[in-house]
């Protein structure tokens, strides 16, 4: 099955600096990558994603990047916010029409904490 | 609108007893996914739902997990003779689409086997 691997699992930042967060996955039929953003006690928050066809995606402050190849992607906050403190989680699916498998494996985590 | 929402939210269940967790996904969403988060760690995959199929069972823990969508709308989650290795927050996703696309959590049920 697939296997998500996360770095850093902690990442201290000064506020206005940039915050890098590093993927891998295993299973080559993945071709959709989310990024979920969990405050403490809270839900899992979607703010963004990328699907294989693409190489990145920008959102305002957030992009993700994709390298099929290699089997890695990223998520790059910019210029950052205390309110950008959480918990990111990566994770990785493939996406089959009507069938089994339709799951997403997420990796262990980055805690981020921007520092005023 | 109204995201998904998750009854109860907490819940302590003693050793042994049977508890149920209730789902309600987003308004129309097809797809319907429980997952399993311990403490410090990402969510797990448990059981995926598309309308009323469920058509990947592959991550429930043991025959004492259940889940069941019978309308194609609320999904419950039951577990039948809990364990302390239970413990943990259960989420519950929906998505608008057939596949593993943009999925929405809802708030989740801590779980608490004493």
């Known amino acids: 099955g697939e296997n998500v691997e996360q770095h850093p699992s902690t990442l201290s930042v000064q506020e206005g600096d940039s915050a890098v967060i590093k993927c891998t996955y295993s299973?080559?039929?993945?071709?959709?990558f989310p990024w979920y953003k969990q405050e403490l006690g809270k839900r899992p928050q979607l703010i963004i994603d990328i699907r294989s066809n693409v190489g990145e995606k920008k959102d305002q402050r957030i992009a993700v990047t994709l390298n099929k190849t290699a089997k890695h992607f990223s998520l790059h906050i910019t210029e950052t916010q205390p309110e950008d403190s959480a918990v990111y989680f990566c994770a990785a699916a493939p996406t089959r029409v009507k069938a089994a498998g339709n799951k997403l494996t997420f990796g262990g985590g980055t805690r981020v904490l921007v520092k005023p | 609108g109204a995201g998904v929402s998750q009854s109860p939210r907490y819940k302590v269940a003693k050793r042994g007893q049977d508890v149920a967790l209730r789902c309600d996904p987003i308004?129309?969403?097809?797809?319907l996914f429980w997952y399993q988060q311990a403490l410090g760690q990402g969510p797990e995959f448990l059981t995926y739902?598309?309308?009323?199929?469920?058509?990947?069972k592959s991550g429930l823990p043991s025959d004492r997990f259940f889940a069941e969508r019978p309308e194609g709308s609320v999904s419950t989650l039951k577990i039948q003779r809990t364990q302390q290795e239970d413990s943990a927050v259960y989420l519950c996703a929906s998505s608008h689409a057939g596949t593993a696309y943009e999925q929405y959590f809802g708030p989740g049920t801590r779980l608490t086997v004493t």
């Open positions: 739902f598309q309308n009323e199929a469920q058509l990947d």
């Open positions: 299973d080559s039929a993945s071709n959709y």
């Open positions: 308004s129309g969403h097809v797809s």
